[in-house]
């Protein structure tokens, strides 16, 4: 396993023993950025800018993110939405 790997791991784990496990799976914008350790306003720069896996839309305006998604996201290495998109089935039964 490389170093990044294991500093990826790491950084999951604090994240997951931060989380309530009993939440709903869909994560508002804030949860979501939380998750990530990232502010609201940045959480919504990369999904403009594609470099994150893409919101499931609940009504007008209403983005969640699956908590899941966004976690096996981080351990495939982030990639861009448009990578992840290609990837995202093989990796999500990989690891989920």
Do not use: F, Q, V
């Amino acid at each position: 396993m490389t170093k990044a790997t294991t500093k990826i791991l790491e950084l999951l784990e604090r994240i997951a023993d931060g989380i309530d496990a009993g939440r709903a799976e869909g994560l508002a914008p804030a949860d979501a950025a939380a998750l990530l350790g990232i502010s609201t306003s940045k959480l919504h720069e990369l999904n403009a800018r594609g470099l994150m896996p893409a919101p499931s839309e609940l009504g007008d305006r209403c983005p969640r993110w699956s908590r899941t998604e966004l976690k096996t996201w981080l351990l495939a290495g982030a990639p861009g939405r448009a990578r992840w998109n290609l990837m995202r089935d093989t990796t999500m039964r990989r690891t989920g």
